[in-house]
């Protein structure tokens, strides 16, 4: 059974309909912005009420954000972890209290990026927030073992979703934006691995209780590099990206 959330309704309403579709045995859309600590709040109080604690807890919500730091607002960089690392707070508190208080154990994702151990010039307070949510689902598994409940933070590499559609650029106008954006939506494109490829990981590291799964070539190259050749990984950082 699958509950979609989403702050678009529409959209929330069209992947539950996919999940029934594809063989889940029912599935709800619900509305909320994860960014919003109330919101959150009542989102877990309906879906407790209507269909019990949840088993398998997914923060999913992102945002992207590129662009050199000394060119980013601190309006931007409030959007990004409100939405990347505050959402994925909330999400884990208001969902994995009620997983302890079950007592029946549970499993919370929270799916970061590469970017969360690869450095970058072009994606300070991206990484930053990723790497957040890489610390932040590390300590809480420390935590949450004892109470057999599981927490796996994901790493996807590039993948094809409509994360580019909304992506901010620091510095920029609104038309050499929608260019960057143009440009990413293409790369993306052209890299061409699908969300449901991270979506199987996602269910393996669930079955598997995994700690961190990098899941694209480049997410587990980068996290290699970070872990044995933390050097290397400072020097890429340097280069500086093509616009």
Same mark, same amino acid.
């Given at each position: 059974?699958?509950v979609?959330?989403?702050?678009?309704?529409?959209?929330?309403?069209?992947t539950?309909?996919?999940?029934?579709?594809?063989?889940?045995?029912?599935a709800? +859309?619900?509305t !909320?912005?994860? =960014?919003?600590?109330r919101a @959150?709040?009542? *989102?877990? #109080?309906?879906v407790? %009420?209507?269909?019990?604690?949840?088993?398998?807890?997914?923060?999913?919500a992102?945002?992207?954000?590129?662009?050199?730091?000394?060119?980013?607002t601190?309006?931007?960089?409030?959007?990004?972890?409100?939405?990347?690392?505050?959402?994925?707070?909330?999400?884990?508190?208001q969902?994995?209290?009620?997983?302890?208080?079950?007592?029946?154990g549970?499993?919370?994702?929270?799916?970061?990026?590469?970017a969360?151990?690869?450095?970058?010039? +072009?994606?300070? !307070?991206?990484g =930053?927030?990723?790497?957040a @949510?890489?610390? *932040?689902? #590390?300590?809480?598994? %420390?935590?949450?073992?004892?109470?057999?409940?599981?927490?796996?933070?994901?790493?996807?590499?590039?993948?094809?979703?409509?994360?580019?559609?909304?992506a901010?650029?620091?510095?920029?106008?609104?038309?050499?934006?929608?260019?960057?954006?143009?440009?990413?939506?293409?790369?993306?494109?052209?890299?061409?691995?699908?969300?449901?490829?991270?979506?199987?990981?996602?269910?393996?590291?669930v079955?598997?209780?995994?700690?961190?799964?990098?899941?694209?070539?480049e997410?587990?190259?980068?996290?290699?590099?970070?872990?044995?050749l933390?050097?290397?990984?400072?020097?890429i950082?340097?280069?500086?990206?093509?616009?």
């Amino acid at each position: 059974r699958v509950v979609a959330v989403d702050r678009d309704t529409g959209a929330a309403h069209r992947t539950a309909g996919e999940a029934w579709a594809r063989g889940a045995a029912d599935a709800w +859309a619900e509305t !909320a912005d994860v =960014a919003d600590e109330r919101a @959150v709040e009542k *989102l877990a #109080e309906r879906v407790t %009420a209507a269909h019990g604690v949840v088993d398998v807890l997914v923060n999913n919500a992102g945002v992207g954000l590129g662009g050199a730091f000394l060119d980013t607002t601190t309006e931007e960089w409030k959007r990004v972890l409100d939405v990347n690392l505050w959402g994925v707070i909330h999400g884990c508190l208001q969902f994995g209290r009620r997983m302890a208080e079950r007592g029946q154990g549970g499993h919370i994702v929270n799916v970061a990026s590469a970017a969360a151990f690869q450095p970058s010039r +072009a994606l300070p !307070a991206y990484g =930053a927030s990723k790497a957040a @949510v890489l610390m *932040l689902s #590390e300590s809480l598994r %420390a935590e949450l073992a004892e109470r057999d409940i599981g927490v796996t933070a994901v790493c996807p590499g590039f993948v094809t979703t409509g994360i580019t559609s909304t992506a901010r650029f620091a510095g920029t106008d609104a038309e050499e934006e929608r260019r960057r954006r143009r440009k990413a939506a293409r790369l993306y494109g052209l890299r061409n691995y699908p969300p449901e490829k991270v979506a199987a990981a996602v269910l393996r590291a669930v079955v598997r209780d995994e700690a961190v799964v990098p899941v694209t070539p480049e997410a587990r190259t980068a996290y290699v590099v970070a872990r044995w050749l933390p050097g290397v990984a400072r020097r890429i950082a340097r280069v500086k990206p093509p616009v």
